[in-house]
């Protein structure tokens, strides 16, 4: 992946393109890579969900800012209204995102979420392999939903009885 990021940027650069385009990397999900002896996107665990985001602001207003590690809360339907902003186009009232723009200039807004959500449905893996959910579940009743904080994880299952940590 760095590699032909590096291509683009490369190519922006001889292009003359790099000092006018925003950049925007991530993904959708992280992998756990052995963490909990697990591989693969799974359930309610922080390496599944903590992902990259780097964000290049090409403006001289970023400049100030350049290479900071941010540790505010971001989701991934802040992307969207990034780009707008970054635009000048107001995003959708529907956008459940905000821009991370004044973020990027070092200025968290004081309304700034202060968790993160995310939701895991763990049925397709049982289904397409003909093989029963776990603990007598239904296919209907395999799914979760999490809610972070800088302290805390509470973990809401479909059918089973939550977990709650304290980070």
Request: net charge negative; proline share 7%; hydrophobic share 35%.
């Amino acid at each position: 992946v760095d590699d032909h990021l590096g291509r683009v940027i490369t190519y922006l650069k001889e292009s003359k393109q790099y000092d006018n385009t925003l950049i925007v990397f991530t993904s959708d999900h992280g992998e756990q890579l052995g963490d909990h002896h697990l591989l693969g996107k799974l359930g309610y665990f922080d390496e599944s969900y903590h992902i990259p985001m780097v964000v290049r602001d090409p403006r001289a207003t970023a400049n100030d800012t350049r290479g900071t590690i941010v540790d505010s809360f971001t989701e991934a339907v802040d992307v969207m209204p990034t780009i707008l902003d970054w635009l000048g186009v107001a995003a959708p009232r529907e956008c459940a995102g905000a821009s991370l723009l004044p973020i990027i200039r070092g200025e968290t807004p004081a309304d700034w979420r202060r968790e993160v959500h995310w939701e895991y449905d763990f049925r397709p893996y049982y289904a397409d392999a003909g093989t029963p959910p776990p603990y007598g579940l239904s296919i209907d009743e395999c799914s979760l939903c999490v809610i972070r904080d800088e302290k805390y994880k509470y973990v809401h299952f479909d059918a089973l009885p939550p977990l709650f940590f304290d980070l």
